[in-house]
């Protein structure tokens, strides 16, 4: 079965850090990434990285977060630092595999300023 699961959400003052983690089953997704969704917006692309290790990041967000992922684990990662009040968010973590994009449930990032 396939799945996804996040964790490491959480409340932090701005310029603090967080780490997200997507832990995923059933098989070895190329490419995964975080997607983000505040309320009354829509969903967009924080960062997303290959099996490979080739990384894409939003405007947005360039310089301060990091995605990176354990292969042997079947897990990525999003480091996030000089968070910003404006990075308040559910954040998802998504998989694509064999023309699917998978899910997981989001996990809640409040930054307070």
């Known amino acids: 079965q396939v799945q996804l699961e996040e964790s490491g959400g959480g409340l932090v003052q701005a310029g603090g850090s967080l780490r997200l983690s997507c832990a995923a089953s059933g098989s070895i997704f190329s490419p995964m990434g975080w997607y983000r969704q505040a309320p009354g917006k829509q969903r967009e692309l924080v960062a997303t990285?290959?099996?490979?290790?080739?990384?894409m990041y939003a405007l947005s967000v360039k310089g301060r977060f990091t995605i990176s992922r354990d292969n042997a684990k079947n897990t990525v990662y999003l480091q996030m630092n000089s968070l910003k009040p404006e990075d308040t968010a559910l954040y998802y973590c998504?998989?694509?595999?064999?023309?699917?994009?998978?899910w997981g449930r989001g996990t809640q990032v409040t930054v307070s300023s």
């Open positions: 998504n998989g694509y595999l064999n023309k699917n994009n998978y």
């Open positions: 990285i290959t099996s490979a290790g080739s990384t």
